[in-house]
C-alpha cells in the first residue's frame, strides 16, 4: 500500500516537471516540478562524492547505473547560478547554458513563475542586443559592450534615443544584463505595452584591470565611462545627449560605481538606480570622501536628479545592512531618494524586478 | 648538474608562456609556450583521475598540493574544443571561456601562431555583432540569429549591403560563427584592407528540431532559411535582394546544408561554399536525390552560380572521403566548382581560413 503510494507520488512527479527553460537544447536535467523544485541528474558513475551548489550546498545520491541525483526544496523565481562539485572540484553543469558570474562560466537554473510574464518573449517588436568592441584610451586596451537598441532603431532613422548606462556586480561582466538580466524582453515588452520610452541601454563592461575595489578603481571606472564609453556611445549611435536623456544604474559593485560616478555627475544624469548595493560601513576611507562630496553639493545633487533610486531585495540582501547605515546618512544630509525592496536577497530575481521598475520612470 | 639542468629548462619555460587568451580575465592556466605547447594545471585535491580531452586524452598528474598538470605536444593553430575529465565525468574547464560545442557549452583554447594577425583585433573600423530574436512560423517556434553589419552600417542610411548566410556545423549554434569563428574580426579587418567589400553575415541557428538530419531535417532547414529567415532579414535590415548580393555557406552539417538548400535555389544564391563537407558516400537515400537533381539541372547550376568554392581540411579532415566521391561525381555531371585544402581537419582553424579566403570572392 505505502508501496503503491511512493509509486504513485512518483509518476506524479514525473508527470509535471520539465526540463529547465535554462538547459541546452535537448537536456532532458536538471527539471523544475510544478512546485518549484528543481531535480539534477547526472551520469558520475566514478565519482566519489557529488555536491549541488545553489548557494545552499545539496549531497547528490548515487543509483545503481551511475546517476547521481538530487530533488532540491522549492527554488524562488527566476535565474540561480549554481554550480556542481564533483569529488571536490566546482564546476559548470554540462547540461546547462553558462553565464559569466563568480568570475568563471558558472551555470544557472530558470524557475519559471506566475509572475515571470515581464520578461516572456512575446509577439511584439523585438530590439537588437549588439556586441560592440571599442578602444579605451583610458585603459589602453580594446573593449566591448553590450547595448540593446530597441525595435524601430533601424527604421526610423531621424530618431534619437535616450541612453540607460546599466552596470553588472562583481564577478560578471557585460554580458550580465544581456544574458541573465533579460534586458531586451523587458524593454520590449514595456516599450509595447506603453509603460516605458523606447530607449538604449549600454551593458557596459565594469572590471577595472587592478588590484580590488578602492577608490582608484572608482575613478577610472568614472573616467572610462566618461572619456571612453559616453563619447564613443554618442559618436556611433543616435542618442540624445542631455542629463535628461541619460540614465546610470547598477547591481551591487555597479550600484556603487553608480553612486561614485553618478552623483559626481548629476549635471550628465538626471536618473540613478542603484540596486543591491551601498559603500560599506567599514570602509570608511572610500565612503568618506563620497559622503564628504554629498554633503557639499546636496543642493545641485538634489535639483539634478528627477530620480535617485535605491531598492534592496529585501532584510536578506548580504547589502541591506550597509543600504540602511548609507540611507541614514542620506537622511542627514537631505538628499533626496526612492526607496524599495523586493524578497529575494542579492540575486538576479530582484534586479531583472529592479530594471522592470526603474525603466518605468525613466526619460518621461 | 643534472637536477641543475632540469631546473633550468623549467624557469625557462616558465618565462616563456603565457595565460590562453581564451582564458576567463585572470585565470592564469592554461597557458601557452613559445612552442605551442598547451600547460593545463587545475586543483582538485580530492579528484581520484583527472584527464585533459583535446581530441587527444592526456592524463594529467597530481602533485603534493592537490594541483593536477599536463603539459602536452606542440598544438596546431588557432582555436581547438576541449574538456577535463574529472573521474570520469567530462566537463567545461571553469579557466575557460565557454563555447557551445560538441552539443554543450565546452572550454575552447586559442593558440597564437604567426598567421593569426587576419583576425587580430586592430585599430579598424569595426562593424556590429547583434543577437536577433524573430518568430518562425515553419518552425512555430521563437528562434535566435546573430548578424554582422559592417562598419558603417548605422552612418550610410541609404545603402544597402550583401549578405552572406553562414552555417555552423553539428552540435554547434548561431553563436559559433560569431564566437569560435571570429566572422566580425576577420570580416572587418579585411573590407579594411579592401581586400572584401562590406557585406552583412548572417549566423542563423541551423538546428531543426527533429530526429537526427535526414532528408526531412534537410528540407525542413531549406524552408526555414527561405520562408522564414531571408525574409525576416531582407524585410528588417538594408540588404540587397539579388542573386548576386546573396551567399549561402557552412560547415559539416551546414556544408550539407548548402548543398541542399544552395544547389536548388541557384536562382537565389550566386555563391556557395562548402566547408568541410560532402554527402556521405554510404547514404545513397540522401545524397541520390540531391545528385539526381544536379544532373537534371547542371546548366542552370554552373550559369547560376559565379563561385561553387568547396574546401577541405586536409587528407586528416574526417570529412575527406565523402568530398572526394562527391567531387568525382560533380566532375561526371561536369558540374563547375573550385576545390581547394588547408590543412588542420575538421576544426575552426580551417573553417576560419575558409571564410576568409570565401568572402574576398564574393559580391565583386
Not at 538606480?273 to 565612503?287: C, E, I, M, R
Not at 540602511?324 to 524599495?340: A, R
Not at 524578497?343 to 521598475?357: E, K, M
Request: proline share 4%; aromatic share 12%; net charge neutral.
Amino acid at each position: 500500500m505505502l508501496l503503491l503510494l511512493l509509486l504513485q507520488v512518483s509518476i506524479c512527479l514525473a508527470q509535471t516537471s520539465k526540463p529547465a527553460p535554462s538547459n541546452i537544447r535537448g537536456a532532458q536535467y536538471p527539471q523544475i516540478t510544478s512546485d518549484s523544485r528543481a531535480i539534477f541528474k547526472m551520469r558520475a558513475p566514478d565519482a566519489v562524492k557529488v555536491q549541488l551548489d545553489l548557494g545552499r550546498k545539496y549531497d547528490m545520491t548515487k543509483n545503481s547505473e551511475g546517476f547521481w541525483e538530487v530533488t532540491t526544496d522549492s527554488l524562488t523565481e527566476g535565474f540561480h547560478y549554481y554550480s556542481l562539485i564533483i569529488d571536490g572540484v566546482a564546476v559548470a553543469d554540462p547540461a546547462s547554458e553558462t553565464f559569466y558570474g563568480m568570475s568563471r562560466m558558472a551555470s544557472g537554473i530558470e524557475v519559471p513563475f506566475k509572475g515571470d510574464d515581464y520578461y516572456a518573449v512575446k509577439d511584439v517588436p523585438h530590439g537588437d542586443i549588439r556586441i560592440k568592441r571599442y578602444y579605451s584610451e583610458v585603459l589602453k586596451s580594446w573593449r566591448t559592450f553590450y547595448m540593446y537598441t530597441p525595435a524601430g532603431y533601424d527604421q526610423n532613422t531621424t530618431q534619437k534615443y535616450p541612453v540607460l548606462y546599466i552596470l553588472h556586480g562583481g564577478g560578471e561582466d557585460q554580458r550580465g544584463w544581456a544574458t541573465q538580466g533579460k534586458t531586451d524582453l523587458i524593454i520590449d515588452n514595456m516599450v509595447a505595452a506603453k509603460k516605458a520610452v523606447p530607449m538604449i541601454v549600454v551593458m557596459m563592461d565594469g572590471n577595472i584591470p587592478s588590484r580590488g575595489f578602492g577608490e582608484e578603481a572608482l575613478n577610472t571606472f568614472e573616467k572610462e565611462l566618461k572619456e571612453s564609453v559616453i563619447p564613443f556611445v554618442e559618436k556611433n549611435y543616435r542618442v540624445k545627449t542631455d542629463a535628461n536623456s541619460r540614465a546610470l544604474a547598477g547591481l551591487s559593485m555597479g550600484g556603487m560605481q553608480t553612486l561614485g560616478a553618478g552623483l559626481k555627475n548629476t549635471q550628465m544624469f538626471a536618473y540613478l538606480g542603484v540596486f543591491s548595493s551601498g559603500w560599506w560601513a567599514n570602509q570608511p576611507d572610500l565612503s568618506n570622501p563620497q559622503y564628504e562630496y554629498m554633503k557639499n553639493n546636496a543642493a545641485t545633487i538634489n535639483k539634478n536628479l528627477k530620480q535617485f533610486w535605491i531598492a534592496m531585495g529585501g532584510k536578506e540582501d548580504i547589502a541591506y545592512q550597509n543600504c540602511k547605515i548609507m540611507l541614514g546618512k542620506f537622511d542627514e544630509m537631505k538628499i533626496k531618494y526612492s526607496y524599495s525592496e523586493y524578497p529575494g536577497g542579492h540575486a538576479w530575481p530582484v534586479w531583472r524586478n529592479n530594471l522592470y521598475n526603474f525603466a518605468q520612470l525613466l526619460f518621461k
